[in-house]
């Protein structure tokens, strides 16, 4: 027993370390981290930076998330808080891309909206903790530093640029005119993270294709793996933005068709495989979304069309060289060359666009440049539209997009957001043109190429969006008050009912989460002439007596045949309550007006209430 013990004494010395071997495991840790930090800490500090600057544009939001809005595009922030509460119900196991939470009861295709379905479940414990006006400003801010990071790395690992070179490029992908622009509520075209995700796995694809990259010969391992991985972020992006995923495959295809054209004996040898990638690629990726895709274009609710007119959003052909209003030495003079503060998206100014011309110039040579070059060519004259705009002046110009109209699937983008593609591509330039400078042997291209490419994007730094307070959503919700009127999956009919123009009501259903389905609303739906694409859907005689009543006050003669309409507006709605906030303008009115169709209210909260169901 004691020799036992002994033994046992003696292990646990010998297993407890010895102060030496401390201090050595310590330094040696010390060591890693100090390795670790010089090798990544200039990679973290210029994460930061984004980080820091995506804070800067979209800090009007966050003193109070709930009560401010994108002071230049409320209704569209109003309508993605909404898709993000929808969103929330997919991280629940509720797949149905048909909501019947808005527009009840016809519902809403979810693919024809633009829902961002999986930012909205990735963000659900955000949302569900703190909100999802939290939810939409997080995800504003994400996005445009998520997007210029992205590109860091791409343009730092996979081009192989200085991290100078590489995070002036990546800053004119996340904070270029037109992102910050369609930052203005439009979160499925700010969301481009996986775009350079996407282009380093077709180059990957491309290299693991050629036989002569290795002595034996094509990777086919990294082919398929390639191929695969593409699908499975192909798929991703196809529930955070379709037009960006479009706008994407277009702009690979034209620079892959011009680079092969420069580099023809290379693209002989790499072409089998990387078709053969591709198509299985293709291939998973179809089969993965063959369910959803029916659903988008055969499904309930879908349009057989594009909502917006080519014609209306095309890109002013004066408006490449203005700066953007949203850009510190942008004047709001300019503002009159877009359709509206959200399609800022050709606004490069003259200094950008002069110095992205002399670069291609000056390297013409390089293959990459010419392929480069030729897709930002064409991408920005498809965004001319199908009749060009000359300074405010529609012309009867014919522009290549002319020949798109009509198009199936391509006519669900806009013309003019074909110029988003030149932020990127202008920025491969500007990388490339920046290390060739620094790397020549002259000493004035050694100053003069990095400092005008600076000076280039100075010119277009963004301002913070700018931002305003609005209304608060009624204690009657937020209060969860709702429930003693609405029974469980139940409808509420707010009043008035949001419309595209004034969808302000739908606050309210995003507030709670959607847990309640409201009438009507701001989406796109087959409800234009012959089951076309419209926003939002008719209004019922009730809705439409409503509205009246909460814009221009009065109270109407109420008889017979309008209660008769009311009674049949909230049985096809299928509602169970009545209600208007006490700060809604004209509410007097509203009151009267509800309890002569109805009958007498009941106040809850801060709200009148009728049970009709």
């Known amino acids: 027993m004691t020799s036992t013990a002994r033994a046992a004494t003696g292990q646990a010395h010998a297993s407890t370390p010895s102060p030496s071997r401390t201090v050595e495991a310590i330094g040696s840790l010390r060591t890693r981290l100090a390795a670790l930090a010089r090798s990544h800490g200039r ?13 800067w544009v979209t800090h009007g939001l966050w003193p109070d998330p709930n009560n401010r809005v994108l002071a230049l595009n409320p209704e569209d922030q109003t309508l993605y808080e909404w898709f993000l509460a929808a969103d929330t119900k997919f991280a629940f196991g509720d797949w149905g891309l048909l909501t019947h939470r808005l527009n009840a009861p016809d519902g809403v295709n979810l693919l ?15 949302t569900l903790a703190f909100g999802v006006p939290v939810t939409f400003a997080l995800i504003a801010g994400t996005n445009l530093a998520g997007t210029a990071i992205a590109w860091y790395f791409f343009f730092s690992r ?14 004119l992908c996340g904070f270029g005119p037109g992102i910050i622009s369609q930052n203005n509520s439009h979160l499925h075209m700010t969301a481009q993270w996986l775009v350079p995700v996407m282009v380093w796995l077709v180059i990957r694809l491309a290299r693991a294709a050629d036989p002569a990259a290795r002595p034996d010969g094509v990777d086919r391992r990294r082919v398929l793996t390639s191929a695969l991985w593409l699908a499975a972020v192909v798929t991703l992006q196809v529930f955070i933005g379709e037009e960006v995923l479009f706008l994407t495959a277009v702009t690979m295809v034209i ?68 700066i953007s209003p949203l850009s510190v030495l942008g004047s709001p003079e300019s503002a009159r060359l877009s359709t509206g503060s959200a399609e800022y998206n050709t606004f490069l100014g003259w200094p950008l666009v002069l110095v992205a011309a002399g670069c291609v110039i000056w390297l013409v040579r390089e293959p990459l440049i010419r392929a480069v070059a030729t897709a930002g060519v064409v991408m920005a004259w498809l965004s001319l539209g199908p009749k060009m705009v000359i300074d405010g002046e529609r012309t009867s110009i014919p522009g290549p997009y002319l020949a798109l109209v009509g198009l199936p699937v391509v006519e669900g983008a806009l013309p003019m957001r074909f110029a988003l593609t030149l932020l990127p591509l202008v920025a491969t330039l500007l990388v490339i043109a920046f290390d060739r400078a620094r790397a020549h042997e002259s000493r004035p291209v050694r100053l003069l190429v990095p400092a ?19 209304p608060p959503v009624p204690q009657f919700i937020t209060g969860g008050h709702w429930r003693e009127c609405v029974k469980p999956g139940g409808v509420l009919v707010p009043v ?43 209004k019922r005689p009730t809705s439409q007596l409503l509205a009246q009543v909460a814009k221009q006050g009065g109270r109407p003669e109420i008889g017979e045949p309008q209660r008769r309409a009311a009674r049949d507006d909230v049985a096809f709605w299928g509602a169970s309550c ?17 309890e002569a169709l109805f009958g007498p209210s009941t106040k809850i909260a801060d709200a009148w209430t009728w049970k009709v169901g």
């Not at 990679?43 to 804070?55: K, M």
């Not at 002989?268 to 895709?293: D, E, Q």
């Not at 949001?498 to 302000?504: A, D, I, K, Q």
Request: glycine content about 8%.
């Open 43 to 55: 990679d973290a500090a210029v994460c930061l930076a984004f980080v820091a600057l995506a804070g």
């Open 112 to 126: 024809n909206n633009t829902t961002v379905i999986a930012l909205g479940t990735l963000f659900t414990p955000v």
């Open 158 to 171: 996979v081009l192989r640029g200085s991290r100078a070179a590489s995070a002036l490029g990546a800053a």
């Open 255 to 322: 620079i892959a068709v011009a680079y092969g054209l420069a580099r023809r004996e290379y693209a002989r040898r790499v072409l089998p495989k990387f078709v053969a990638g591709m198509v299985i690629a293709v291939s998973v990726a179809g089969t993965a979304l063959m369910i959803p895709l029916w659903f988008q274009f055969k499904g309930p609710g879908s349009i057989p069309n594009g909502v917006f007119s080519a014609y209306f959003f095309s890109a002013d052909l004066a408006s490449w060289t203005a």
């Open 452 to 470: 005008a490419v600076a000076v280039s994007l100075l010119a277009i730094f963004p301002k913070p969006l700018p931002t305003e307070e609005r």
């Open 496 to 538: 008035p009912l949001p419309t595209p123009p004034e969808p302000w009501a739908m606050r309210w259903a995003a507030a709670a989460n959607a847990e309640f389905g409201i009438p009507e609303g701001f989406f796109i739906g087959p409800y234009g002439k012959r089951g076309r694409a419209s926003m939002g859907t008719y």
């Open 578 to 594: 009545v209600a208007v906030a006490a700060d809604q303008p004209h509410r007097e009115d509203l009151v009267v007006t509800l």
